[in-house]
């Protein structure tokens, strides 16, 4: 979380989620996985506007995995990721040819919340494939994005 700004983003948050009564997961449960879980979890994760600036930057050499269902996808996206839902990132199939073919890449992965994200590197660091998660998903890719624009 960006220091200082808690009440900003949790202002941000309460506005997001009045727009959208009728959002997947309720206020509580953004607010925990983005504050909680990354504190909890020794997993190396990546903010919204240290993404922003690597993907000005370096967008060549990243890696930007959605393990979110198509549906989900559909609704919002972050530019130049590629969708491969969690249970097919976490295949033998998709380890395997991340494990064989990105060595050169930056690979971050990124869900709604930062939940699913954080159990795909989990999967990923598992089988020595090194990656980061965006921290608090695309929600907070959003609340950034917003930031940014005012």
Not at 25 to 43: T, V
Not at 56 to 80: M, Q, T, W
Request: aromatic share 4%; glycine share 4%.
């Amino acid at each position: 979380m960006i220091e200082g700004k808690e009440e900003d983003l949790i202002r941000i948050l309460k506005e997001i989620h009045e727009k959208d009564k009728h959002a997947e997961q309720p206020l509580q449960q953004i607010l925990w996985s983005s504050m909680f879980i990354r504190d909890q979890i020794n997993l190396e994760g990546i903010s919204s506007l240290q993404l922003q600036s690597l993907l000005k930057n370096n967008h060549k050499r990243i890696l930007l995995i959605d393990v979110r269902g198509a549906e989900e996808a559909r609704i919002c996206h972050i530019p130049g990721s590629i969708l491969i839902p969690l249970p097919e990132l976490i295949s033998d199939k998709y380890l395997r040819q991340l494990r064989n073919t990105h060595k050169d890449k930056i690979i971050i992965v990124y869900c709604k919340t930062g939940i699913r994200s954080l159990k795909a590197i989990n999967a990923l660091q598992n089988e020595h494939i090194h990656a980061k998660h965006l921290q608090g998903g695309i929600t907070a890719w959003n609340v950034a994005s917003i930031s940014n624009q005012n």
